[in-house]
């Protein structure tokens, strides 16, 4: 079916919204270009079964050097895993557990290879019935936010496999974060242009997919697998054996009977936890081990009673070259120290801003606010401007405004409060208050960021909640994590910016008295806008007041943007279609505005400062429209 002919089916689609697709939770137009069935393009696949039942997390520990590092974040993994219940399998070479309450194996010489695989096998064996999804974690890595089995149980629903990431953090033995990486299920998805990827570290399946492969007994088995239920093309023919390769074909063959490309990845970003370099993993070079001595898997390895794989070969210096493989990873090696001056100053004092606007007296921004001043865990600097007098927030910046300063005023009540910040503040978060944060660490996370970048957006995605503020009913990429990936297309461009004050002398773009003012924020970051402006549609007005504050902006600025990992949750106060994103640039146009029909008063607001009475009908029709109590 071509792209045509799918869009113009999804165009009549129950499920379509705007430009965006609820039953598969992305843009139409990717779902066109990557999906090759769908229910309603009459081609679809059969759909899998109905999975009810529990998710269990299995992890093993397997340590045949008995290195601390490896010891030290299996505890780290488990202190910090919720939403599901964690099981471990221990391989014990002297005897010797350091985990009670594992399910222990012992092994000896015949035993030193790379079991991880046999062991979640063996442990998954173990497992009561009830739990028919299965995700396999590495004891070595973090998630940042604590829904993510909920999510995963969710999105087995409609996939067989799922890789429990997007991108990882890595860590230096300091526990600082170094470099991110995208997780490889999103970069083959996306067809992303780069050669640092993950393959492994937390995957999650139905549970009829296991065993998982488990001879690449030097390991590297994470790769295999992905590729297989990718159904992509890999050069692994090229570093193993013919009669290695004929025995992972056995067992790739039943898996994409099985998977049928049914493969996504969570839309959140993990940590790796240190245990030595990768130059010391040698993730190249140990496949030589095994190549160079012709490894046969019929006839080199055997299970013993036990279920572990052991030597049954004469092949001694094979066996001796992968023993030796894991005293030289050297787990318990340090990093190089990692020096955190960056390119700016260390942050001493960020603040938070946040402003009440609620021209209509709705209940649900109300309501919104309080739990985002409940839940954020730092103090908030909140700006209220009330049209009656009336005020809802005790602690509130407090303004007074009536009819005649009926306009968007956010980002100049954002800028009020940035000026009411002590002097010792050097950074500045600016926040909606109907945003709730996934990630526990990102107040801490983005000071050390604007070490590096001058901006940062702190989130890579965003979900918008629906009336049950439960339910997502739209996900995106947050604006600066496509800019960092390269991805030209939407991305929500505000809801959460960080700045260093110095980065920003003039506060932020406030001259929109119809919203977008954050639209025209993230276009005074990068000189190139010609793609953010076909995005937003508010970019399309010229404005020569802008452009001269952009120049000057730019000039500071110059692309220095970066993003904070994890996701945020937008609380629901209305439809987005209510609210006119694409549309309300028209009132603008059609009642010719310009710079000088408002000016500021003597409370610090935005008032009218012409005689425009149409333009300012039409500007408080669209704030009840915008109906934010409404389910619909």
């Known amino acids: 079916m071509t792209p045509e002919a799918k869009q113009q089916l999804c165009e009549v689609c129950e499920f379509k919204r705007n430009y965006f697709c609820r039953k598969h939770g992305d843009e139409i137009r990717r779902i066109i270009k ?25 992890a093993c520990y ?10 030290r974040n299996y505890f ?30 012992t092994g000896n010489e015949d035993n030193v290879m790379w079991q991880k ?9 173990s497992l009561p019935e009830r739990f028919t999804s299965i995700a396999w974690i590495d004891a070595d890595v973090l998630f940042l936010e604590d829904d993510w089995a909920a999510q995963a149980k969710a999105m087995l629903q409609q996939l067989s496999v799922i890789q429990l990431f997007q991108s990882v953090e890595m860590t230096d033995s300091a526990g600082i974060v170094i470099e991110t990486h995208p997780g490889e299920v999103f970069q083959k998805l996306r067809n992303l242009k780069t050669s640092t990827y993950k393959s492994g570290y937390a995957w999650a399946a139905r549970r009829e997919l296991f065993p998982l492969y488990d001879l690449n007994i030097i390991g590297g088995g994470d790769s295999y697998m992905m590729h297989t239920w990718l159904e992509s093309i890999f ?57 160079d ?12 009673s036990d279920g572990l794989w052991e030597w049954c070969s004469n092949k001694l210096e094979m066996h001796g070259q992968v023993a030796g493989y894991f005293e030289q990873r050297n787990d318990d090696e340090l990093s190089k120290p990692t020096i955190r001056t960056g390119r700016y100053a260390p942050i001493r004092n960020m603040a938070i801003v946040s402003c009440h606007f609620n021209p209509c007296g709705y209940r649900a921004p109300v309501e919104n606010c309080r739990r985002f001043l409940r839940e954020i865990e730092h103090p908030v600097t909140l700006v209220e401007l009330s049209f009656n007098g009336q005020f809802e927030f005790e602690d509130s910046i407090k303004i007074h405004g009536d009819e005649t300063n009926l306009m968007w005023q956010k980002e100049w009540l954002i800028n009020i409060g940035i000026q009411s910040l002590p002097e010792d503040v050097d950074a500045v978060a600016w926040i909606d208050a109907d945003l709730l944060f996934n990630n526990r660490n990102w107040f801490e996370e983005a000071k050390q960021l604007l070490e590096k970048h001058q901006v940062l957006q702190l989130f890579q995605y965003i979900d918008y909640l629906g009336p049950d503020q439960s339910s997502v009913v739209r996900r995106f990429h947050s604006w600066a994590e496509k800019n960092r990936l390269g991805i030209r297309d939407y991305g929500p461009p505000g809801g959460a910016i960080a700045a260093r004050l110095d980065a ?19 276009a005074s970051l990068v000189p190139d806008n010609t793609w953010i402006e076909r995005q937003f549609a508010s970019l399309q007005r010229p404005s020569a007041e802008f452009a001269a504050w952009k120049q000057h902006q730019l000039n500071i600025i110059n692309s220095d943007v970066g993003v904070v990992s994890g996701k ?16 309300r640039i028209d009132i603008l146009k059609r009642n010719q505005f310009c710079s000088s029909d408002v000016a500021i008063d003597d409370n610090g607001l935005w008032c009218w400062n012409s005689d425009k009475p149409q333009l300012r009908k039409e500007l408080k029709e669209y704030f009840s429209g915008r109906r934010e109590d409404s389910p619909v």
């Open 62 to 71: 397997f340590n045949p050097c008995n290195y601390d590092s490896i010891k």
């Open 34 to 58: 990557f999906r090759s069935t769908c229910e309603g393009w009459g081609n679809a696949e059969q759909p899998l079964p109905d999975h009810t039942g529990e998710l269990a997390v299995v």
């Open 117 to 125: 695989e046999r062991l979640l096998n063996i442990l998954v064996e």
């Open 76 to 105: 780290h993994f488990r202190e910090q895993l919720k939403g599901a219940e964690l099981f471990t399998i221990e391989l014990s070479f002297t005897g010797e557990f350091v985990i009670p309450d594992a399910l222990h194996t």
């Open 235 to 291: 050069g692994f023919k090229k570093r193993i054996t013919p009669a290695h390769e004929r025995a992972f074909n056995a067992w790739a063959r039943k898996q994409q009977q099985l998977v049928k490309r049914r493969v996504g990845h969570l839309p959140i970003t993990i940590r790796h936890l240190w245990h030595g370099t990768r130059e010391n993993r040698r993730y190249v070079e140990r496949a030589n081990y095994l190549l």
């Open 504 to 522: 920003i002398p003039n506060g932020i773009y406030d001259r929109e008295i119809l919203g977008s003012s954050d639209t025209r924020f993230i």
């Open 293 to 304: 001595h012709d490894f046969n898997p019929d006839t080199d390895v055997r299970i013993n």
């Open 568 to 583: 945020i949750r937008h609380l629901w106060h209305g439809s987005r279609e209510n609210r006119g994103y694409e549309t």
